[in-house]
T-cell receptor, first 113, second 115 residues
């Protein structure tokens, strides 16, 4: 079946450094790519998303890039802060606009003060 | 309510018993998803409901797992003859009209422990 691969599984950075998480997807019909942040004991929450007609989107310290040809998208966090420490999940829509959401396996980000 | 509500928040059950997990999606959301998250692991897709379409059950791990969505709103995930490997957090999410279009909002999850 269709899947989403996410790397790395863990990432440790110093406060103030940048963090990059990468995902690839298999369904060429995927058109929506959200990123979720999950803090301990809570459900995942959307932090940014991108649609297939856009190559890059930025929201303050967070940016996402999409390469449809390579079926690859990435999350970039700049000037990391300790409160950015969490598990981050990428996802891709499967089966078009009415379709399912399939998630990557997550990246545990640790930001050291 | 304002968000996706799941109940119970915690459930401890004996091996071999059946359990039912409930999800109340955001009012008006046509799409509803169930995922399973084992300790420290990712979000494993279980089942997806979209409007009146037949549900996508391709993620259900065995025939002990089933789910229904009554009246296009509340959903119940049922696990029969529970096994210890079923222990996990079960997360429900809903979105306005499908995963390829709009944000999916997650509930807090039900932590299931099979002893």
């Amino acid at each position: 079946g269709e899947n989403v691969e996410q790397h790395p599984s863990t990432l440790s950075v110093q406060e103030g450094d940048s963090a990059v998480i990468k995902c690839t997807y298999s369904d060429s019909a995927s058109n929506y790519f959200p990123w979720y942040k999950q803090e301990l004991g809570k459900g995942p929450q959307l932090i940014i998303d991108i649609r297939s007609n856009v190559g890059e989107k930025k929201d303050q310290r967070i940016a996402v890039t999409l390469n449809k040809t390579a079926k690859h998208f990435s999350l970039h966090i700049t000037e990391t802060q300790p409160e950015d420490s969490a598990v981050y999940f990428c996802a891709a829509s499967i089966g078009g606009s009415q379709g399912n959401l399939i998630f990557g396996k997550g990246t545990k980000l640790s930001v050291k003060p | 309510g304002a968000g996706v509500s799941q109940s119970p928040s915690n459930k401890v059950t004996e091996k071999g018993k059946d359990v039912e997990l409930r999800c109340d999606p955001i009012s008006g959301h046509t799409a509803l998803y169930w995922y399973r998250q084992s300790l420290g692991q990712g979000l494993e897709f279980l089942i997806y409901f979209q409007g009146n379409s037949a549900p996508d059950k391709s993620g259900l791990p065995s025939d002990r797992f089933s789910a229904e969505r009554t009246g296009g709103s509340v959903s119940t995930l049922t696990i029969q003859r529970t096994q210890q490997e079923d222990s996990a957090v079960y997360l429900c999410a809903s979105s306005l009209n499908g995963g390829g279009n709009t944000e999916a909002f997650f509930g807090q999850g039900t932590r299931l422990t099979v002893v």
